[in-house]
């Protein structure tokens, strides 16, 4: 098989997570740049990389990338890319467009250079005048930036979020590829207690049950790319068999959900029965004050509501100083919370010991990182170890009272 670029297209923040994804599937050819990892595999990515990627928007195939100054410029280097290899000739194609700090400003006439100049490839490659355009979807997307034009074709069709199992969510729900992440970015693993005491549709304690099965995110969905004659339904059926072999059945799970909604826990209850996981999560009604965390060394990932989302600001302080009376009084927890309150920390009664700027959708947000103590490795030793932190460092973050 030929050795083909992608480009797996990432919310700003998330790239070194969806590098981490595409390593652990075998692609070490990997370059980061803001918004995206390139790498080179052959076809058979496609629908490894579509079927696996938890944190990447999509998996985009790239066809070349060349300076573009003019028009004529754009449309020679644009005709001069291999589009037949891919698209059909009763083919359907749109494009897309963006422009960034590139004398090719108007996105509309960069789209519609684009577009001429892939039909006029077709009709060498088909030796027709006329497209019929009935056939599989192609969306190509033309990017400049710096005068730099990247030419790609979406290989996932609905971004990668959509996994399928959320039929309903919330006023304010957190996308499936960001849960993904906030859990890949904490020290939760499969061994550890999880609880989400703002569970909302459930997206977080779903994403950790996947995580922890092993079960890979897009396995009950469709993608663009399986449309392609080009690519050939055995290449899907092997990576879905593959997909299917590696889910472990076996592992228990101690993941703890709550919402003081009650239509959230139904529509929790629910997304996770379509995800396949209700079996390893614990609902329940309950506002964060009934929160009382059971056990040692577990982890605590929410999304809280916050201002900017849901506009309760006095009753989301009051949310934020009883987190901190609860979670404050267990040492050997963790705690991880997203949220765009930016005095989260003094609220909380603790400064974080890291915080990551990361995005909600169009939203800025930290991701504030609470490491508590972890298990003993050695019994004969007196002392607990904290997650990756020095005691010395430690005390200095305590702003409670």
């Known amino acids: 098989m030929a050795i083909l670029e992608f480009i797996a297209s990432a919310t700003f923040g998330l790239e070194a997570v969806v590098k981490r994804e595409l390593q652990a599937l075998g692609y070490e050819d990997t370059r980061v740049s803001d918004g995206k990892v390139t790498f080179t595999a052959d076809e058979k990515a496609i629908a490894r990389a579509n079927l696996w990627l938890r944190s990447a928007d999509r998996l985009l195939l790239k066809m070349g990338e060349f300076k573009a100054l003019t028009f004529a410029e754009l449309f020679e280097k644009t005709k001069a890319l291999p589009w037949g290899d891919w698209i059909t000739q009763d083919g359907r194609f749109t494009v897309n467009g963006k422009s960034v700090k590139s004398q090719l400003f108007s996105i509309s006439d960069c789209q519609a250079i684009v577009k001429k100049a892939v039909v006029e490839k077709l009709k060498q490659k088909y030796a027709v005048d006329w497209f019929a355009e009935t056939g599989p979807e192609f969306t190509i997307q033309v990017s400049l930036l710096n005068d730099v034009a990247t030419l790609t074709i979406d290989t996932s069709g609905i971004g990668l979020h959509k996994r399928g199992y959320r039929r309903e969510a919330g006023e304010a729900p957190l ?10 970015l904490s020290y939760w693993n499969k061994e550890r207690i999880l609880l989400d005491p703002f569970c909302g549709s459930g997206t977080i304690p779903i994403e950790a049950a996947l995580l922890g099965r092993n079960i890979a995110p897009g396995l009950n969905r469709k993608f663009a790319a399986e449309a392609w004659p080009g690519i050939g339904n055995n290449l899907w059926k092997e990576a879905r068999v593959e997909a299917f072999n590696a889910i472990d059945q076996d592992v228990q799970l101690k993941i703890f959900a709550s919402d003081i909604d009650k239509k959230a826990i139904a ?11 209700d079996d390893c999560i614990e ?16 982890v605590v990932i929410t999304n809280p509501p916050y201002g900017e989302r849901l506009g309760r600001s006095e009753e989301i302080r009051n949310i934020y100083q009883t987190m901190g009376k609860i979670f404050r009084a ?45 298990p003993r490795i050695n019994k004969r030793s007196e002392r607990s170890v904290k997650d990756k932190v020095p005691d010395s460092k430690r005390n200095r973050f305590n702003l409670a009272e």
Do not use: C
């Open 175 to 184: 996308k499936e590829t960001l849960a993904a992440a906030m859990l890949q």
């Open 267 to 277: 529509m929790a209850r629910e997304n996770a029965f379509t995800a396949g996981v």
């Open 283 to 298: 609902f329940a009604v309950k506002a964060v004050e009934q929160v009382k965390p059971a056990g040692k060394f577990g």
């Open 330 to 374: 267990e040492p050997t927890w963790s705690l991880y919370v997203l949220t765009a309150e930016e005095n989260f920390e003094g609220l909380y009664g603790a400064r974080a010991h890291r915080k990551r700027k990361l995005y909600n959708g169009n939203i800025k947000v930290d991701y504030y990182q609470y490491y508590g103590e972890r």
